[in-house]
């Protein structure tokens, strides 16, 4: 018999024994799929985010070994309705009910907490039609919402390219002053980057997955900096400022100590008034100079589109984007 329960991120041996089977079951099938490294899920699951806490689940057999593990995270700011979740069950020890006993965990978890849509996610291969994924949740009467697709860029882009690339950027974009930094955001910006790190989420194409609009402000997003400092992580980020002052746009990518050939690729977003000036580009490409200088061993940097994001993947594949998986996200509504 299978039994589910929450794991306590703070018993070193109960968290590490989880994480290695759900990273067994998120690997199989996947070439380099980079999730988090161990000292980085650590910190994530011991210091829980005030905006987005979330939970491990794990799922064990008579002999209380561990065959599945999954996570539960509960938005504290917006979309409180939602319930995300990722189940990972080792490919040895599926098709056993262990998937189904660990969902029915994270429903049971939903309802405790009053949320009634839950969202979850599949990294499928490019290539693979039959990921396993696509049955569980179709079993489960959970719905398709949105493709998004990962792409690779490897590192480091010559400098002539970017050299290219940033006159070409600046054929439209030089009223504009690009600001790049690392780390914590200077306070200077701080409000304003605030206010547009509350927008991606509804102004980037999220398919049939509705989201509120988000809730930042400093004191979000110097917890957020907090964090990702804890996990080890170094946030590079770069802006563009219109000549009255205003921040318009901005990029983010991400290296961790912790797998230090690696990058991502995070949030870019220009103000619906300011597109059409090549400041997708212009921020990209100063951002990632900024990264590869200091970091010249990060060898790729990924980075996620949904695919009718057309004005950003032709920004991301300018720069030597390609296609390297897909990611699906599939929601399904609680009935009472
Ligand atoms: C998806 C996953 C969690 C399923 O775990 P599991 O323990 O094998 O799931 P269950 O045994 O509870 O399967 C329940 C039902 O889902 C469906 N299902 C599961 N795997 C399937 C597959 N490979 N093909 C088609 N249907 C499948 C079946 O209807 C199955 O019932 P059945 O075995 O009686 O036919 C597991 O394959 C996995 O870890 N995949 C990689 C990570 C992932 O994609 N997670 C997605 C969920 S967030």
């Given at each position: ?18 994480y290695d089977t759900y990273t067994v079951g998120f690997e199989a099938g996947r070439t380099d799929p980079g999730g988090w490294t161990s000292p980085e899920a650590a910190a994530v699951y011991r210091h829980p985010s005030a905006a987005f806490p979330m939970a491990p689940f794990g799922a064990y057999d008579d002999a209380d070994r561990c065959v599945g593990g999954a996570w539960a995270g509960l938005p504290q ?260």
């Amino acid at each position: 018999m299978t039994t589910v329960r929450r794991v306590d991120p703070h018993d070193d041996a109960a968290f590490r024994t989880w994480y290695d089977t759900y990273t067994v079951g998120f690997e199989a099938g996947r070439t380099d799929p980079g999730g988090w490294t161990s000292p980085e899920a650590a910190a994530v699951y011991r210091h829980p985010s005030a905006a987005f806490p979330m939970a491990p689940f794990g799922a064990y057999d008579d002999a209380d070994r561990c065959v599945g593990g999954a996570w539960a995270g509960l938005p504290q700011r917006e979309n409180l309705q939602r319930l995300e979740l990722n189940i990972c069950v080792p490919p040895e020890h599926r098709r056993q009910g262990i998937g189904t006993a660990l969902l029915d965990a994270l429903i049971e978890f939903a309802r405790q907490n009053g949320r009634t849509n839950l969202i979850g996610g599949l990294h499928i291969p490019v290539g693979v039609t039959d990921w396993p994924g696509v049955g569980f949740f179709t079993k489960h009467g959970f719905t398709h919402g949105i493709t998004e697709v990962r792409r690779r860029q490897l590192l480091p882009v010559p400098d002539d390219r970017l050299d290219a690339l940033a006159a070409k950027a600046k054929e439209r974009a030089s009223d504009y002053q690009i600001v790049s930094w690392e780390g914590p955001c200077p306070d200077e910006y701080a409000e304003q980057y605030a206010n547009l790190k509350a927008l991606l989420d509804t102004e980037a194409p999220t398919g049939e997955i509705s989201y509120d609009v988000a809730e930042w402000d400093v004191e979000r997003l110097r917890e957020d900096e907090a964090n990702l400092e804890r996990q080890g992580r170094t946030l590079y980020a770069t802006v563009a400022i219109a000549p009255d002052g205003t921040v318009v746009a901005h990029t983010q990518a991400v290296v961790t100590k912790h797998d230090p050939s690696r990058g991502s690729q995070w949030d870019t977003l220009v103000l619906t008034e300011h597109r059409g000036h090549r400041l997708g580009l212009a921020v990209k490409v100063a951002n990632l100079r900024a990264l590869q200088t200091a970091h010249p061993e990060v060898t790729r940097i990924d980075t996620w589109n949904a695919e009718e994001n057309g004005p950003m993947v032709a920004v991301n594949e300018e720069l030597g984007y390609r296609i390297f998986e897909y990611n699906q996200g599939w929601q399904r509504t609680l009935t009472p």
